[in-house]
């Protein structure tokens, strides 16, 4: 079983996100976070979806692309240290990706179905990580980082965002 990655593994900025994650088995915990994430996206109109609460802030749409691009750099950053790559793997700007993606003019069913195919992935991905590769560290962002927190990553950062969907947006 997976357990939550100690202090020292990741880098403290990510603390925000691992914390959010409850205990027991994170590729249990990404797979249901998926049904309902799809729920949520099913549930929304293409009016609500485009809504921005503030002009400086992302629409719902952007939030959802940009929770799957980050799994997929996440997901990537974690397969290539699970592997024992000793690359130092780069960061990357969330700012200038969504501003690029135009996710405005995606369908939400298409975002959906996107970030499914990038959750399911990320599944695959975790579940044939053997035991040991889970406590491989690398470099990604000029931090050391463990394969088993970008896990728990993942799923604590979708976590963030929903929160800030159902406190922001669907008031």
């Keep these: ?12 900025y990510y603390e925000k996100y691992i914390s959010l994650v409850h205990e027991g088995n994170v590729i249990e915990h990404l797979h249901s976070q998926n049904m309902l994430t799809v729920r949520l996206l099913d549930s ?14 992302w629409s719902i749409k952007e939030v959802f692309g940009h ?5 997929r750099i996440m ?3 974690l397969l290539c240290i699970a ?17 690029r993606a135009s996710f405005a003019t995606h369908s939400i069913q298409q975002l959906q179905a996107d970030y499914t195919a990038v959750r399911h992935a990320t599944i695959s991905l ?9 406590l491989r560290e690398g470099t990604a962002n000029n931090s050391s980082v463990s394969a088993r927190a970008l896990a728990y ?9 929903l929160h800030i ?3 922001r947006y669907l008031v």
């Design 1 to 12: 079983m997976l357990v939550r990655p100690l202090i020292g593994e990741y880098d403290p």
């Design 153 to 161: 990553i993942i799923a604590g950062h979708e976590l963030h965002h």
């Design 67 to 71: 929770i799957a691009d980050t799994e």
């Design 126 to 134: 975790c579940k044939g990580i053997e035991q040991s590769a889970w």
């Design 75 to 77: 997901s990537y950053r």
């Design 44 to 57: 929304l109109t293409e009016a609500e979806a485009n809504y921005k609460y503030a002009p400086d802030k």
């Design 83 to 99: 592997r024992g790559d000793t690359t130092p793997l780069p960061g990357y700007d969330d700012e200038e990706y969504v501003k």
């Design 165 to 167: 969907i159902q406190e």
